[in-house]
């Protein structure tokens, strides 16, 4: 069996020492905020989770771009070259352009190297539900799935991904597009927060509303009560625009309500963050369905 490498994107929002340690090749997409390039690297050498969230606290612009068909490529050349396949585990194609560069990059380098595989997966998911995947996707791997069986694995198991989250600033999805001004005013008056998830698309669906910051936190839980697969033997990941206490809570709820024994934390990066705000709580898991 050949051998393969797993390649992915910053937008996983994996801690770094993780990603270390399941061998992942991370490419990091980017941000402009108040006029300064960065580039989203996980352990955020760049620029500190803190201190971004700092700055979008301010009021600071910030924009985000994709990881380009150039940067794959040069990512997946040399892995080629020494004689292994390539799997490229992406974020969502609903919410970003990095999976169509991916799969540009490895439609290009296909031809080259016809001994090769290279292939690259859509994943339909964002923050640590991407990251979910590539960590439950690198245990099959270790398992001795073969790249083809693996990436068959994606396909299956994707869309049983669950990602549920809650805002605590309905202005940055007015900014993003996603509620309309006159949502945001009355909903921040009546401190309303929303109850979101990434659909079967990949996008971003405002799936309700509850009145206050706990009772938000509780619906997150609430949801994974209805649709997760024997949560007790599952890892659940927890993501969180620099709230920890906050993502500490819903660890707690998760871990008393159905006995789950492996729990991560880790931030919302800047490239998610940018778009959700800081005070977003997000919860992943495995359901019958999203």
């Known amino acids: 069996m050949n051998d393969y490498a797993v390649i992915t994107d910053s937008s996983c929002d994996l801690p770094a020492d993780l990603a270390e340690e399941l061998e992942l090749t991370v490419l990091p997409l980017s941000l402009n905020l108040a006029g300064k390039e960065y580039y989203n690297y996980l352990d955020g050498h760049e620029i500190s989770f803190e201190d971004f969230y700092q700055n979008i606290r301010e009021g600071k612009a910030c924009t985000t771009s994709a990881v380009n068909m150039e940067a794959f ?12 396949d390539v799997l490229c585990i992406a974020f969502s194609s609903g919410l970003s352009n990095t999976y169509n560069a991916a799969k540009l990059a490895c439609e290009e380098l296909a031809p080259k190297y016809p001994e090769r595989k290279v292939y690259a997966v859509d994943t339909l998911c964002a923050s640590l539900g991407e990251g979910l995947l590539v960590y439950l996707a690198v245990q099959e791997k270790r398992r001795g799935k073969s790249i083809d069986e693996l990436r068959g694995w994606l396909e299956n198991t994707k869309l049983h991904l669950c990602h549920w989250f809650t805002v605590e600033d309905l202005n ?73 206490e906050d993502a500490r809570f819903v660890e707690q709820e998760v871990r008393r309500r159905f006995g789950v024994q492996n729990v991560r934390i880790n931030y919302v990066g800047p490239v998610i963050g940018a778009h959700s705000g800081p005070g977003t709580i997000a919860l992943f898991f495995l359901g019958t369905h999203r």
Do not use: W, Y
């Not at 490529?73 to 292994?84: R, Y």
């Not at 001004?181 to 971003?204: F, N, Q």
């Open 73 to 84: 490529v040069q990512a997946m050349e040399p892995i080629l070259q020494s004689g292994k």
């Open 172 to 244: 940055h999805l007015k900014r993003g597009g996603r509620i309309s001004a006159a949502t945001a005013l009355i909903g921040t008056m009546l401190s309303i927060k929303p109850v979101l998830h990434v659909d079967d698309e990949g996008h971003l669906i405002n799936m309700g509303k509850v009145r206050g910051r706990r009772a938000s936190l509780l619906a997150l839980v609430d949801h994974m009560e209805e649709t997760a697969v024997d949560p007790a033997s599952q890892t659940v990941f927890i993501s969180h625009g620099d709230c920890l």
